[in-house]
């Protein structure tokens, strides 16, 4: 398969940091390669720098060297707007701790990526796909007025309107207690398999990991298949 | 992002900040610091605009040149061609009779132009119903006073001859707008007409005549005309301005701005450091919107613009809003004062507009696009570590642009280096040592700590941890501190000292020439009509004629040698004591009391014009006889204070061989009017004085002044008080926070009010400290430098201000964090958390 095709692709990256006593190697020489529609869990432990690897591939952050192509794009070679303007194009993301602006309804939460986009229906298509995530209800609500599973689904709700090709998930169930867990997880992958999104996805959680099609797993900085 | 994308977004996202309530407290500034700056802008415009316009009813004209020569007809004729309005006058002591009496007046000659500025008011008849007039008296007519009435024994209809012409007496003059202050030189007025006076032939060569000519117009073609006039100027020739002839109203009105600025200033930077303390607060908020968008796929730039877009809508509302705020307050002062003000007050200006709207923007942006630009740097990986912030911005950037900001706004306020360079450098200080102070503080507290109550403890203790967000929180608790105790007490200082001026009852009648002998009839008289008597001073009468025994002519120079004072007899008098508001300057109050030499203290102003200096020998003329007395001391006289004042005072016993008369002054309303026909009748020889309408035309103007300042108080407590909101209101989510959590660990409602309290309270001591000496020291400043006023430490203000402080900051604090305790910890930690 050739390279532009992969949504991901990433050769040799590493990343270090500069501390007090020198420098911290958080990642070591990773390469990893995501095929479309590929469902992909990352595993390990606290501080394996899974969270860190999710930050590279999505381009949030640049390695200290190596090379990324996100949806066909070099990222390692653009600058932090460039990464910004693939990000709109192509990226979803669902985090740990939902991130819902508090400012903001339901509704409006939903909307704010295709607000960034200019759709004109913004309305319309995050009241459609919050009514698939089950808050068709609550549209109105502010994030406190919500329960964390609820929040969660609206996060989902908001990763999904733009029909991105690829979705980032950082421990999306990891805030939740295993009810509301579960369900979240079968709302995530039955978007996604309705979608056709590329996800991948950080947990340290077996069993959510477990319904990826693929599992690596992530120690001191490198990665492991599974 | 496209600009338009962007014009579509942040408006939206502008709306739903609003109404989380999140912008209220910036917005609240903004339109305080905008409303008190429009307000003051508009009231200070228009007060002083009419009280100028009165003002300048006090000289005559917009522009008056005075001088012992006609003047130069090309002098009219450039005033006319510039449009300008003109009015001539001249005016000389001469002797009108009537019948077989004579009597000395000041005879005024005026043209039809006359008066430019003001009215004359006259009555009909004596003592009867006053009414004004837009022109002098027409040829053939005399107006004159009713001292000339009583002493002609004459009355309205009644004709008095001037040189050789025969002129009717038709109206009593009771007013002139440009009379002036100089009370003893006053022989009672006969007004004429200018084309009287050639008829009249009473003018010759070497008459002594005073010629003034008055010009109004518009402020450029009166300056204009100033830049040309300026130049031509022949000896002898002077340009009246306002301060030399009536002082009181020019210092008043020169405070007053001065003053007015000084408020509106601290008003707007109270309102700026609660502007900048919000921002701050709402920049510090939006982090992780900020990282969102971003991760969302906003460029730094659309982040940037979306935020300042934010703000020059807010600033643009705040402008409105502001505007309409000040123009209210504005409104609603000029309807309560109503009585009080002038019936001219000229419509509002658009330059407070303007700048009221250009400040919004000045202030929002300048006070907060620091915190936006950290906006922009948010990182969008805050979305996965919530750890990372936005590195600060360079202090020296931050701080270098805001005092360069405030200086630029003090100047652009006050117009004056000398306020502008105290005030910053007196923060500056004050900031140095509050800082230094507070470290101490800090440092005697912890280890104070111990000893320190176990109810209160924790609460000290917490402000002790706290210590960087605490230090700033004091300094800007403290400052709006300063700030507010500078301007109460800048208000009280002026406004006492203005009251002083004009008593309620300062007399405002002055009456002269009481014979010796009519001294205790006069006593009689007052007791008998219930008039509160001011003592009587003696009067010697007696010209200057020499210095040293060199004529006085001779020893002045050529500009001084038309001085009014040489050039007619003063009023002498002794005196054992020096007067109450009187100072010395140089020598000592009469040093030897034992001997029987003469000595006279001069007033220092003009012993400089004469060049007199101590120990000089000054000769009289009285009557028939030289007589001389040697210099010992100079002094300051207070010509303002509406009572009678010397050039020169002489020891007791100096002029016992002299003929003497005495003055004396009294107060009489309106309604007593009439008392003045008795007293003429019983003391047909005295001269009364009636200064009632001067003295009511600088009480309004006094009035006017000490109500604006009162007003703009207003404004400063109100902006105090928003700052005051916005600094707790910033340190609230996190306290709300902590306060939840420690309630789940288990402490009780009555502790944590407590610790509430002693945070508090121990910052508002603090800040009270830092408020008060901060205060004395600008006020020391602002005293000596800008309102020469005698400063004295205010020992209240140090044992009120510090417990006050800890009070009120103490009620506020724990009244914002009341949530703490009213809602349940969960709901508040599940907020935290969303």
């Known amino acids: ?226 | 992002m496209p600009i338009s994308r962007l014009l579509a977004l942040a408006p939206r996202l502008l709306w739903r900040e609003w109404r989380s309530g999140e912008l209220t407290i910036l917005l609240l500034a903004l339109v305080v610091a905008i409303g008190s700056h429009t307000a003051i802008g508009h009231f200070t415009d228009r007060i002083s605009r009419s009280m100028e316009i009165n003002a300048h009813h006090v000289i005559g004209g917009d522009l008056v040149l005075a001088g012992s020569r006609p003047f130069d007809p090309g002098i009219r004729a450039q005033a006319a061609s510039l449009g300008l309005e003109i009015a001539q006058t001249a005016r000389f002591v001469s002797v009108v009779t009537s019948g077989d009496e004579l009597l000395l007046v000041a005879v005024k000659s005026v043209d039809d132009g006359y008066p430019l500025k003001g009215r004359l008011r006259v009555t009909q008849e004596l003592y009867g119903e006053e009414e004004v007039a837009d022109q002098g008296p027409p040829a053939g007519e005399a107006w004159v006073e009713s001292r000339v009435l009583h002493a002609l024994g004459i009355g309205a209809g009644d004709s008095l001859q001037v040189g050789e012409s025969d002129l009717v007496v038709t109206r009593v003059l009771t007013y002139e707008p440009d009379r002036g202050n100089n009370f003893y030189s006053f022989n009672p007025r006969v007004m004429m007409h200018a084309s009287d006076l050639d008829a009249s032939g009473i003018i010759q060569p070497g008459s002594r005549v005073w010629y003034r000519d008055m010009f109004a117009g518009p402020p450029e073609a009166v300056e204009s005309f100033r830049g040309w006039l300026e130049p031509t100027l022949e000896p002898g020739e002077r340009i009246l301005a306002l301060g030399e002839d009536r002082p009181e109203v020019s210092e008043a009105l020169d405070k007053a701005r001065q003053y007015t600025g000084l408020a509106s200033l601290v008003a707007l930077l109270l309102a700026a450091v609660a502007i900048a303390n919000s921002g701050r607060h709402y920049s510090e908020r939006h982090y992780d919107t900020s990282a969102l968008l971003r991760c969302l796929g906003c460029s730094q730039n659309d982040i940037l613009a979306i935020y300042l877009f934010q703000l020059l809508v807010l600033a643009l509302a705040g402008g409105i809003l502001g505007n309409l705020a000040g123009w209210l307050a504005q409104s609603g002062l000029l309807a309560a004062l109503g009585d009080l003000l002038p019936g001219n007050i000229p419509g509002l200006g658009f330059q407070p507009v303007l700048s009221g709207m250009f400040l919004g923007f000045v202030v929002l942006l300048g006070f907060t696009l620091p915190s936006i630009l950290r906006l922009r740097a948010v990182s969008p990986q805050r979305v996965l570590r919530k750890d990372l912030a936005p590195l600060p911005l360079s202090a020296r950037l931050v701080y270098g642009l805001t005092v360069l900001l405030v200086t630029g706004l003090m100047w652009m306020y006050t117009g004056n280096v000398t306020l502008t360079v105290g005030i910053v450098a007196g923060s500056a200080l004050v900031l140095l040592i509050a800082g230094g102070a507070i470290a101490g503080l800090f440092g005697l507290l912890a280890r104070l700590l111990p000893r320190v109550p176990v109810v209160i403890r924790a609460g000290v203790r917490n402000f002790l941890r706290r210590r960087r967000e605490a230090v700033a929180q004091t300094m800007a608790f403290g400052l709006t501190i300063m700030a507010m105790l500078v301007v109460v007490m800048l208000r009280t200082e002026l406004i006492s000292t203005w009251e002083e001026t004009i008593p309620e009852d300062a007399p405002n009648h002055f009456v002269l020439n009481i014979q010796q002998h009519e001294t205790g009839p006069w006593d009689d008289f007052m007791r008998a009509h219930a008039l509160p008597a001011d003592p009587l001073y003696p009067v010697v009468r007696g010209r200057l004629i020499r210095v040293n025994g060199a004529p006085v002519t001779e020893h002045v120079s050529k500009e001084d040698r038309n001085d009014e004072s040489i050039n007619r007899e003063l009023n002498l008098t002794w005196s054992a004591d020096i007067p109450a508001d009187n100072e010395l300057t140089d020598g000592r109050w009469w040093p030897d009391t034992s001997t029987d030499e003469r000595m006279v203290s001069v007033e220092a102003e003009l012993a400089e014009r004469l060049g007199i200096s101590t120990g000089d020998e000054l000769t009289f003329f009285t009557g028939d006889r030289n007589w001389s007395a040697r210099v010992t001391s100079l002094r300051t006289v207070k010509w303002d204070n509406f009572n009678p004042n010397f050039y020169m005072i002489f020891n007791p016993g100096a002029m016992d061989d002299l003929p003497t008369t005495w003055v004396g002054s009294f107060y009489l309303d309106s309604a007593q009017k009439k008392i003045l026909v008795d007293m003429m009748r019983a003391f047909p020889s005295i001269t009364v004085l009636e200064m009632d309408a001067i003295l009511n035309q600088v009480k309004t103007i006094i009035g006017q002044v000490v109500l604006a300042v009162e007003s703009i108080l207003l404004f400063v407590l109100l902006a105090g008080f928003v700052v005051t909101l916005s600094a707790i209101q910033t340190s609230m989510n996190e306290r709300l926070q902590e306060g939840a959590l420690v309630r789940t660990l288990g402490a009780g409602r009555r502790l944590l009010r407590i610790n509430q309290w002693s945070e508090f309270a121990s910052m508002g001591f603090l800040a009270g400290l830092i408020g008060v000496m901060g205060s004395e020291l600008v006020i020391a400043l602002l005293y000596r430098r800008v309102f020469e006023l005698d400063y004295q430490p205010t020992w209240w203000a140090w044992l009120m201000v510090p417990p006050l402080a800890a009070l009120l900051i103490g009620i506020a604090g724990t009244w914002s964090s009341r949530r703490i305790l009213a809602r349940p910890p969960i709901t508040i930690l599940r907020e935290a958390g969303a």
């Open chain 1, 1 to 226: 398969m050739k390279d532009t095709l992969l949504p991901i692709q990433a050769d040799s990256i590493s990343k270090q940091v500069p501390v007090a006593a020198g420098t911290l190697q958080i990642l070591r020489d990773i390469d990893l390669a995501v095929k479309p529609a590929e469902t992909l869990a990352v595993v390990g432990a606290s501080g394996s720098g899974k969270s860190t690897l999710l930050g590279l591939l999505a381009g949030l952050d640049s390695p200290s060297s190596g090379r990324i192509r996100l949806a066909g794009h070099d990222i390692t070679a653009m600058d932090e707007d460039q990464r910004a303007a693939v990000r709109a194009a192509h990226v979803g993301f669902v985090f740990q701790s939902f991130q819902l602006l508090p400012n903001l309804t339901a509704l409006e939460n939903t909307g704010l990526p295709l607000e960034i986009l200019g759709a004109a229906d913004a309305r319309e298509r995050a009241a459609d796909i919050l009514d698939r995530v089950g808050l068709a209800e609550r549209t109105g609500h502010y994030p406190r007025q919500l329960s964390g599973g609820e929040q969660q689904r609206v996060a989902l709700a908001r990763a999904f309107v733009t029909r991105p090709d690829i979705l980032f998930a950082d421990e999306p169930t990891g805030n939740l207690d295993s009810e509301n867990g579960r369900r979240i997880a079968d709302l995530l992958f039955s978007l996604n398999a309705e979608h056709g999104t590329t996800l991948v996805l950080v947990t340290h959680d077996g069993r959510l990991a477990g319904r990826c099609g693929r599992r690596v797993n992530m120690a001191a900085g490198q990665l492991f298949d599974h």
